[in-house]
């Protein structure tokens, strides 16, 4: 399948890779594509870097989906595409999250009102990165949007993003947590560990303080009876990623730090069961090497009929302009250099990751992509011979 038909047939793209390969820049210009096709779209970032809603022309973005303005894709534009971008605020998500699952308002007041909440995303390993997949999940499952392209952290988070639910679902265990609290009839004023347990409660307290271990035990004793709901949904979560409607595309440079980061984070996802598509280098060439100055054309450029009239006038103009002719050609023997690295670097690349079926490259830009024209200019390599 070509990364046309993967937008065309999958409700859920997933785009990986390290920090600074221009990810999320890919995830805007695959999402833009999508909604030039048709498809009502959502590109999220839980990044708060402001390049997403630079290069799609919001002021802003926050937890609310924004509508993306399309009117310079009129030409060729398929009917009923939209384009919606969102940045995801994890507590946000959360106090959302807590006000469907909890029995009643004043169960969701007791959590939100709890200090250890308050910086549960932060305090608890894996927290955040569940939260923003379980809001992930819930964009899902409204089934308001064709298509949802996410753009991840930076590869070491990007696990973590993708294993979080099961974690979170480990340390919620009720047979953890329950080590913590008393049973209900004792009350929340006489909690304290089961069998054995006062022992280790008055370590820990001297540890951390009794403030602390009252206030953890005040916080589980709120979650009460929504243990098992945070598990069924962190299963459905992980079985979202592993639907055959979502596609992994790993993102990249070819740089060779960035190869070798994109060549840990493939194995890390073959050993979580997890297949990466294809394959998106940017940067993959300097587009300065497609200006015609090769040997031949320069000497055309510098004959003695082009210069003579040029530096009639200058003693010395004659020199400076055989120096500016050499200088172009040792300029232009350099970019052909590292291009030809950059393409040797590529091929290591696709003989190492056999199980990818397709490699997209989008060269290195002379100027920073900022807005919608160059995210257009960038499908114009991502789709090469795909556009309709």
């Not at 009876?225 to 992994?248: H, I, N, W």
Request: overall charge neutral; hydrophobic content about 45%; proline content about 3%.
């Amino acid at each position: 399948m070509t990364l046309k038909d993967d937008i065309l047939a999958k409700r859920l793209i997933v785009c990986c890779g390290s920090g600074g390969v221009g990810k999320t820049t890919t995830s805007a210009a695959i999402a833009l594509e999508a909604a030039r096709l048709g498809k009502r779209t959502l590109v999220i970032t839980i990044d708060p870097a402001k390049r997403l809603a630079q290069s799609l022309g919001l002021e802003s973005l926050d937890d609310t989906e924004r509508e993306v303005p399309l009117t310079k894709l009129a030409a060729g534009r398929a009917a009923g595409g939209s384009l919606h971008a969102a940045m995801l605020d994890t507590q946000v998500s959360l106090d959302a999250l807590i006000d469907r699952i909890a029995a009643g308002p004043e169960q969701a007041a007791r959590i939100k009102a709890n200090k250890i909440y308050r910086q549960f995303t932060s305090a608890i390993a894996g927290s955040q990165e569940y939260v923003a997949m379980e809001r992930l999940h819930q964009i899902m499952q409204e089934g308001r949007f064709d298509l949802v392209v996410l753009d991840t952290p930076p590869t070491k988070n990007a696990l973590d993003f993708l294993n979080a639910p099961n974690r979170l679902a480990a340390f919620l265990d009720e047979n953890v947590i329950k080590w913590f609290v008393r049973p209900p009839k004792s009350g929340m004023g006489s909690f304290i560990f089961q069998k054995g347990g006062e022992v280790a409660y008055k370590l820990l307290a001297l540890l951390v303080g009794e403030q602390l271990i009252a206030d953890l035990a005040d916080f589980f004793q709120a979650f009460a009876g929504l243990y098992s709901g945070f598990a069924e949904r962190a299963q459905k979560v992980d079985a979202l990623l592993r639907d055959p409607g979502t596609v992994f595309l790993l993102i990249t440079s070819a740089e060779h730090n960035a190869l070798a980061e994109a060549v840990y984070f493939h194995n890390r996802l073959v050993e979580s069961r997890i297949t990466i598509r294809a394959v998106i280098v940017n940067r993959a060439w300097d587009i300065l090497a497609e200006t015609p100055i090769t040997g031949e054309a320069l000497a055309r450029m510098f004959n003695e009929e082009t210069i003579a009239p040029l530096v009639a006038d200058s003693p010395g103009g004659r020199a400076a302009a055989h120096r500016l002719k050499n200088k172009l050609a040792a300029l232009h023997t350099l970019i052909q250099d590292v291009n030809t690295a950059a393409r040797e670097n590529i091929e290591r690349l696709q003989h190492t990751l056999g199980a990818a079926q397709n490699v997209a490259c989008v060269p290195a830009f002379a100027e920073e992509i900022y807005d919608i024209q160059g995210l257009m200019k960038m499908n114009g390599y991502l789709f090469a011979g795909e556009r309709g």
